[in-house]
T-cell receptor, first 110, second 112 residues
C-alpha cells in the first residue's frame, strides 16, 4: 500500500519552462515532506523539504507548495534546465522513516 | 562532514547464492541506518532500519536480513538469493533525532 501517491509518472518540458509534480498523502501523522532528485545510477539526493506548518518554501528555482487541508504538496521547477533532467521523488516522514512516491521522470528539452 | 560508503557497487549473483552488502557512515555517531530497495523504474521501498547496534526493524517480510555489528556499519544479507531480489539497493543514514535521510551511491544486484 503506497502511502504517498505521486503524479505524473513522467513529463517533458522545454528549457525555460515550468515543471510541476504533485503528491498526495493520507496519513496526517506525517510531519516532514522532502523531495529527492535522482540521476541514473546514483542514489537520491535531498533537494528541498517542508514541514506541514509552512505553506510554501522556495530554494532557488525549486519551490514546494503545501496544502495541509487537502493533504497535498507539489514541487515546482522554474526556468527548467537540461541539467534538471532526472527522476524526482516526493516523500513523507513519520517516526524518522520515509515513505516515497513512485517517482516522476523529468526530461528538459533544449 | 559526513560520508556514506556502500559496496560493492555492482554484482551479479546466481539464484541460491548468498549475499552481503556493506555500508559504513563516517563523520557522525549513533546514526539511524536504513536499507532501501528500488526496482527498475520504481520508487524506493524501505527494507530495514536501525536505531542502534543490534537493533533492527524489518518493514517487509522477505528473503533478506540486516545486521548492525558496529555503530556505523550496516550489512544486508541473504542466505539464498531469489530472482526477485534483483534491484538497486540503497543504504542511507540520518542524524538521531533527524528527519533528513542521506543516501549512499547504491549497489546494483542482478540475480541470474
Amino acid at each position: 500500500q503506497q502511502q504517498v501517491k505521486q503524479s505524473p509518472q513522467s513529463l517533458i518540458v522545454q528549457k525555460g519552462g515550468i515543471s510541476i509534480i504533485n503528491c498526495a498523502y493520507e496519513n496526517t501523522a506525517f510531519d516532514y515532506f522532502p523531495w529527492y532528485q535522482q540521476f541514473p545510477g546514483k542514489g537520491p539526493a535531498l533537494l528541498i523539504a517542508i514541514r506541514p506548518d509552512v505553506s510554501e518554501k522556495k530554494e532557488g528555482r525549486f519551490t514546494i507548495s503545501f496544502n495541509k487541508s487537502a493533504k497535498q504538496f507539489s514541487l515546482h521547477i522554474m526556468d527548467s534546465q537540461p541539467g534538471d533532467s532526472a527522476t524526482y521523488f516526493c516523500a513523507a516522514s513519520m517516526d524518522y522513516k520515509l515513505s516515497f512516491g513512485a517517482g516522476t521522470t523529468v526530461t528538459v528539452r533544449a | 562532514s559526513q560520508t556514506i560508503h556502500q559496496w560493492p557497487a555492482t554484482l551479479v549473483q546466481p539464484v541460491g547464492s548468498p549475499l552481503s552488502l556493506e555500508c559504513t557512515v563516517e563523520g557522525t555517531s549513533n546514526p539511524n541506518l536504513y536499507w532501501y530497495r528500488q526496482a527498475a523504474g520504481r520508487g524506493l521501498q524501505l527494507l530495514f532500519y536501525s536505531v542502534g547496534i543490534g537493533q533492527i526493524s524489518s518493514e517487509v517480510p522477505q528473503n533478506l536480513s540486516a545486521s548492525r555489528p558496529q555503530d556505523r556499519q550496516f550489512i544486508l544479507s541473504s542466505k539464498k538469493l531469489l530472482l526477485s531480489d534483483s534491484g538497486f539497493y540503497l543504504c542511507a543514514w540520518s542524524f538521531r533525532p533527524g528527519n533528513t535521510i542521506y543516501f549512499g551511491e547504491g549497489s546494483w544486484l542482478t540475480v541470474v
